[in-house]
């Protein structure tokens, strides 16, 4: 047990600033945790941990971040998609919502979007969030799909 407050420890330092966690077998078959590498002769056996967050990610609100982990935003386009696209990603924009952008344009790109549409005739932009499409761009059924997934309705929330 103590030893899993000690790892939970150095985990919740690691999320502040970039650690590196040591473990290590001694002689006796004991592990152990810490911050510097263990002397030579005390260990058979020594992994190396690195914890980090990525940087853009550390300055998202947690919010951002938890939606983003079970529900993630991307944003189908094509080159031939104007307005609408660009409504949509304005829209995601303002509401500070991070997302990928996948442009449609091959014949083996349009059969995979019609796929995920559930069939049909393919119209750009797509919304998907996690595991629900939208198709087109409506400002009030984007918002009610990112507002189930938990994302903020306003940037910087």
Not at 44 to 73: C, I, S, W
């Amino acid at each position: 047990m103590k030893t899993f407050a000690l790892l939970l420890a150095l985990l919740c330092a690691g999320v502040a600033q970039a650690q590196t966690t040591y473990r290590w077998v001694d002689q006796d078959g004991k592990v152990h945790y810490g911050d510097r590498p263990p002397p030579p002769q005390a260990a058979r056996e020594v992994q190396e941990k690195r914890f980090t967050a990525p940087a853009a990610d550390k300055q998202l609100p947690y919010a951002v971040r938890l939606a983003m982990g079970n529900y993630p935003v991307t944003l189908y386009v094509s080159g031939d998609c104007d307005s609408a696209c660009k409504l949509g990603r304005d829209h995601l924009n303002k509401r500070g919502i991070p997302f990928s952008e996948k442009s449609i344009a091959t014949n083996e790109e349009i059969a995979a979007l019609r796929q995920l549409q559930g069939g049909g005739e393919v119209a750009v932009p797509v919304l998907q969030v996690g595991t629900k499409t939208v198709k087109g761009f409506l400002g009030s059924g984007w918002d009610s799909v990112l507002d189930a997934a938990g994302y903020p309705t306003t940037a910087g929330r």
